[in-house]
């Protein structure tokens, strides 16, 4: 079983920046590949980028163009977020999955997810 947590969700004007974070805990060979997705209202849940804990780069969907950056720290058991530029088209919820193989964006690929944390970006 594997644990998530997210946190650091909340309001931000158009152009801010926000930092998520995603504490994980449990079994570690199944959370080796850990994913960002995010939900909007009526749309379905998107993949942002997912890293490998073995290292190498991360892996993001083609509309993230650098204004998002993933990192992971094993020592502490964490996943990070940060955002920037953020637009009011990023309000969602954001959620913090994790998973056995990799690199996959498609949420059907995980298994393990968090509640979410809520992003709102305001014009």
């Known amino acids: 079983q594997v644990q998530l947590v997210e946190s650091g969700g909340g309001s931000v004007q158009a152009g801010g920046s926000l930092r998520l974070s995603c504490a994980a805990s449990?079994?570690?060979?199944?959370?080796?590949?850990m994913a960002w997705f995010r939900q909007a209202p009526g749309k379905e849940r998107e993949g942002i980028a997912t890293i490998y804990q073995g290292g190498g780069s991360p892996n993001y969907a083609g509309w993230v163009r650098g204004r998002f950056t993933v990192s992971r720290d094993i020592t502490k058991n964490t996943m990070s977020l940060r955002m920037d530029s953020l637009e009011p088209e990023d309000t969602a919820m954001y959620y913090c999955a994790a998973g056995s193989s990799g690199p996959f964006l498609e949420a059907y690929q995980y298994k393990y997810w968090g509640q979410g944390t809520q992003v709102t970006v305001s014009s």
């Open positions: 449990g079994n570690t060979y199944s959370r080796d590949f």
